[in-house]
């Protein structure tokens, strides 16, 4: 099919552009931007004015939750929530039940995704079997069978020597090694920040040092490997200290932070909320304000969504007993167009950090509207104000500490190789 997107601003970093021009897509295929190639006739025209057609956005974090854990959310419902989020690919972590440690699971997954014709995805495979931080998993067949990287999810892996271990066989084959930085020790219990907040709640308290601790033994294990390391889920001004002067030494690295983590603190656990228990867990204002910092001066690479969707049963219990976890995929759109908004960063740099860099991270190309790329484009009025509820979420997932908030920036259309997957009146 012939489509065109019309009056749209074309916002695209990696190729340079940001200016109000047509798209032209055929078979699938981005064919033009601006002049309309010979003899074109489009089969159906998007009328895009008065918004932004960017690329397709990609998460580098959102649990499916199968197999094993359909109970919390199905393919089918987190695939749809993508999708009316505008993200045309994401990479889903290893643990699930059982986790992703074997090729016939990851198999089975690519090709569940693949049928049902939504957004791309691209399983991250179990560092060890069984994340159990003992013996190796098979890396290079996992690979074959889809898997674009190589993680521990957040289950730590306590032995170091295994981990340097993994990390050079990694580093020998050129997989990607994915690790979030905490400490298993000092972090054992804890459900909160070790802060005031959690001293006038009486929770048990996860301190700073659990992120800055592990942060230093990974940056360690990298300068005597050389093997590069994606780190997850940045927490704290400390890590991120810690990762700016890492990178300024030269190291390989890359990292993320969950989009919540950019507008939430402590503070914001209330009285007990249980949707503000989150991992790693909601830190300090001063936390937060150096998370916004390093995501706008490029020390974070990517601003990714960390979809972890929970079900009432998982929620709906005290603070300390409540599974940690939040739907994100529909609101990592808008929350990145927030947090740009105040902190004044330039469309084309926040689209950048929910777009071509984690596309880089993950190792699919950059995300472009070149000529010749397939056409996985995200389409979004930026001025449509929304309510995050229970209604407005197609994630199975419902509990977010955005429950009730509204926002701005509402997807019109998600096209995924060149056919429209999600379309949304512009008066929804």
Not at 374 to 388: G, H, K, N, S, Y
């Amino acid at each position: 099919m012939k489509i065109e997107i019309a009056q749209g601003r074309v916002v695209d970093s990696a190729a340079g552009i940001d200016r109000v021009a047509p798209l032209y897509i055929d078979a699938g295929r981005i064919v033009g931007i601006g002049d309309a190639p010979e003899n074109w006739r489009a089969d159906r025209i998007l009328d895009a004015r008065g918004c932004v057609v960017c690329p397709g956005l990609v998460d580098l974090s959102a649990r499916l939750r199968e197999p094993g854990l359909e109970h919390k959310a199905t393919l089918e419902s987190e695939l749809a929530a993508a999708v009316a989020g505008g993200v045309t690919s994401l990479a889903c972590p290893p643990d699930t039940d059982p986790p992703l440690d074997e090729p016939g699971l990851v198999e089975m997954l690519k090709h569940r995704a693949r049928t049902l014709n939504q957004a791309h995805v691209y399983p991250v495979g179990a560092l060890t079997a069984g994340l159990r931080g003992e013996a190796l998993t098979e890396m290079s067949e996992l690979a074959e069978a889809g898997c674009v990287a190589f993680s521990q999810a957040d289950i730590p892996l306590v032995d170091t020597q295994v981990l340097l271990r993994a990390m050079q066989y990694a580093g020998t084959f050129g997989h990607r090694v994915w690790l979030r930085p905490q400490d298993a020790h000092l972090a054992r219990g804890g459900v909160a920040h070790d802060g005031e907040v959690a001293t006038r709640l009486g929770l048990p308290s996860i301190p700073v040092s659990a992120e800055t601790i592990a942060l230093a033994t990974i940056l360690a294990l990298v300068r005597e490997s050389g093997v590069p390391v994606h780190l997850c889920r940045l927490s704290s001004a400390a890590g991120v200290a810690i990762v700016r002067a890492a990178k300024e030494e030269g190291l390989p690295i890359t990292c993320d932070v969950a989009v919540h983590h950019l507008h939430l603190a402590d503070t914001d656990i209330g009285w007990f909320d249980p949707l503000a228990n989150l991992t790693p867990p909601l830190r300090s204002t001063r936390d937060r304000a150096a998370l916004r910092a390093g995501a706008a001066d490029g020390t974070i690479d990517v601003i990714c969504s960390d979809h972890a969707p929970v079900d009432d049963d998982g929620k709906q219990v005290p603070f300390g007993e409540a599974e940690t976890g939040a739907t994100g995929l529909e609101l990592l759109l808008p929350l990145t167009l927030k947090w740009a908004a105040e902190d004044r960063v330039p469309l084309p740099e926040a689209l950048e950090r929910i777009t071509r860099a984690p596309a880089s991270v993950i190792g699919i190309g950059e995300a472009t509207l070149a000529a010749g790329n397939p056409a996985d484009i995200c389409v979004f009025d930026p001025q449509q104000a929304w309510t995050v509820g229970r209604q407005s979420l197609k994630s199975q997932g419902k509990n977010t500490p955005f429950l009730g908030l509204e926002v701005i920036g509402a997807v019109r259309w998600t096209l995924v190789g060149g056919e429209v997957v999600h379309e949304r009146n512009g008066k929804d």
